[in-house]
Structure formats: C-alpha cells, structure tokens
C-alpha cells in the first residue's frame, strides 16, 4: 500500500506528501527517538506523539516511509520545512496511537 493510500484509508490530514507513491509494509510505533532510531523498520509508517525536528532527524535515519502523528499533533514549523527539505512523508490522524496503530494492522 502507498501512503496516499494509507492516508485516505486512515482518514489522515496530509501535513507533508513528497513521496505519495512511497510503499509502507509495515508500521512501528514509539516515542522515544533513540529507541526508534535503531528498531523501526524501514518502509514503514511510524506512529507517534512527537513533533520537532529531530522527529525528521530520525525518520530520514530509519528510512521509514512516513510518520503518522496521533491525537491531531500539529507538526511545528521548522520540522514541517526540514521534512519538505528531506522529504519525508508527514501525516497526521485525530485517533490515538493504540487506535491508530489497530487501524494499522488491518490495512498493512
């Protein structure tokens, strides 16, 4: 599935698409960075609260194939232009991680 895909199906506000046709084939979900950093998969939709710059850092590192920020988190402005500058996919959902997540391992 792509991540415009994904979006549609998981009703996400589309924050940051370079890469629509992108693959996820998996998803992963976490909140401290340096635990992400080493065990998201790569291709993945990454579920989390956190909103800076180094939410870009990491995502580009572990190569996933978008973050999916939970509970309508809005990304700040200096993260949303390194993302565009990296571009890394950057969605947002009004659902929880744990929904998000049930939602995820239907789809994926």
């Known amino acids: 599935m792509t991540v415009a895909e994904l979006s549609v199906k ?3 506000k589309n924050i940051c698409l370079p890469s629509p046709e992108r693959e996820v ?10 635990w992400v950093m080493g ?5 993945s939709a990454w579920v989390t609260i956190m909103s800076n710059l180094n939410v ?8 996933v ?5 939970s509970e309508n988190v809005e990304l700040d402005s200096d993260a949303l232009k390194k993302a ?25």
């Open 25 to 34: 084939t998996g998803a992963y979900t976490g909140d401290l960075l340096s």
């Open 84 to 108: 565009e500058n990296e571009g890394i996919n950057i969605l947002s959902v009004a659902d929880g991680s744990y929904e998000t997540c049930a939602a995820l391992s239907k789809l994926i």
């Open 10 to 12: 998981l009703g996400a």
């Open 39 to 43: 065990r998201a998969p790569a291709d």
């Open 56 to 63: 870009v850092a990491v995502a580009s590192l572990a190569d």
């Open 65 to 69: 194939a978008c973050v999916i920020l």
